[in-house]
């Protein structure tokens, strides 16, 4: 169990999925052993780098598109080489590029539904209005293809282009949602879509080391996909796609 999760750096259930051990055994075992939550650990090493507590209360909407999240997560960009990481890890063994326009970052708009936690996500250059009203609308038409027809709530935080865009106001009538808001200082309020940004970070952004910013830009309709529809998801005890239609 403990090479398990050392080489797949998951939790009991798809661990127990991949080793055929009930869950609970792999808890159990995991537990015994002292291993620290995953959320301690780095992604790319597995090495413990924090601890933390959860605090919010948790709750779950009843069905599939009666609420979806939407956020954006900032990623810097990778130089082309892969950068300080693919050299070892250690900046001083990364040789200074000779360019020194600063790279930037690519905003990764996500957009998650509660329920069945089925996701969405595109990479852009902003974060702004007019960016994140056609995400999503093309995430609204993900959804409807694959089983959640109508969207009910759009949930997000208070970032100006949520808040004061028109662009985005105009597409969450489109769609035919209601628009609302976390309460200030309350990130919990939106963590469906906080907890697929760390997911996105751990497990596609920083799970390997990328080349250049094309390679793991490519790699994340793969993991999208592969999140959907075979990552057993602990929330829910199985798929999202799967919450979406059971069988």
Not at 189 to 211: D, H, M, P, S
Request: net charge positive.
């Amino acid at each position: 169990m403990l090479k398990a999760r050392r080489e797949l750096r998951a939790g009991p259930l798809r661990i127990a999925a991949a080793t055929a051990v009930p869950a609970r055994t792999v808890s159990r075992i995991l537990a015994r052993n002292n291993v620290p939550p995953l959320a301690w650990c780095d992604p790319l090493t597995g090495e413990l780098i924090r601890a933390s507590r959860a605090t919010a209360i948790r709750y779950e909407r009843d069905r599939p598109g009666e609420l979806i999240h939407i956020d954006v997560k900032k990623l810097g960009r990778i130089p082309d080489g892969g950068g300080w990481r693919a050299s070892g890890g250690r900046r001083e063994n990364h040789r200074s590029r000779l360019d020194k326009t600063p790279l930037g970052f690519d905003y990764v708009h996500a957009v998650i539904d509660d329920h069945s936690r089925l996701a969405y996500a595109e990479i852009h250059t902003d974060e702004k209005g007019a960016t994140a009203a056609a995400v999503l609308l093309r995430a609204a038409e993900f959804f409807r293809a694959s089983g959640i027809p109508t969207i009910e709530r759009v949930i997000s935080d208070n970032a100006f282009a949520y808040r004061h865009s028109t662009e985005f106001k105009n597409a969450v009538a489109q769609i035919g949602a209601v628009q609302k808001f976390i309460k200030p200082h309350c990130p919990w309020t939106n963590g469906k879509v906080e907890r697929l940004n760390r997911t996105l970070a751990t497990e596609w952004a920083y799970r390997q080391i990328f080349t250049d910013n094309q390679a793991r830009a490519d790699a994340l309709a793969p993991w999208l996909n592969y999140y959907n529809t075979e990552r057993i998801h602990t929330g829910i005890g199985g798929t999202p796609i799967n919450r979406v239609s059971p069988t």
